[in-house]
């Protein structure tokens, strides 16, 4: 009797254990070090991006490092980046800069999320493909 309740005990803490990992992957939550990619809505780059520190902090200044691709392997010349707070109808306290760093690559400088909730950021990505946007909702916990 003993080693049925141990073997069910085992399985449910197992159980347990994997419910916990899938609610943690769901949350919108950011693993450090992870990059978002996502193709642009006309489909002429491929953007991506990180967040540094990793994940984002609240109220407190970061960068994107981000990349934008065409198809043909070259990189974006321009890049531009809009942030709001949909259900606030708000954006961010602070005003960020979008740095070039050649080959399709930009620093975005100056980065500061100022409260929890769902965000969204939305890219605009230009060159000899033409302009083409993107948008990335970001859940900040």
């Avoid at 540094?52 to 994107?64: G, K, N």
């Avoid at 531009?80 to 800069?97: E, Y």
């Amino acid at each position: 009797m003993q080693q049925r309740i141990s073997r069910t005990a085992r399985v449910l803490g197992a159980s347990l254990v994997a419910v916990a990992a899938l609610v943690a992957a769901s949350c919108g939550s950011e693993p450090a070090g992870e990059r978002h990619e996502q193709r642009t809505n006309g489909g002429l780059y491929t953007v991506s991006w990180a967040p540094v520190p990793s994940p984002i902090p609240v109220a407190e200044l970061f960068e994107l490092d981000v990349t934008a691709r065409a198809a043909d392997g070259g990189g974006a010349e321009t890049l531009s980046l809009v942030v709001i707070m949909p259900a606030h109808d708000h954006g961010m306290q602070t005003k960020h800069r979008v740095e070039p760093a050649g080959g399709g690559r930009f620093r975005i400088t100056g980065m500061k999320m100022h409260m929890r909730g769902l965000w969204e950021l939305h890219f605009r990505a230009g060159g000899r493909a033409g302009e083409d946007l993107v948008t990335f909702p970001v859940e900040l916990r």
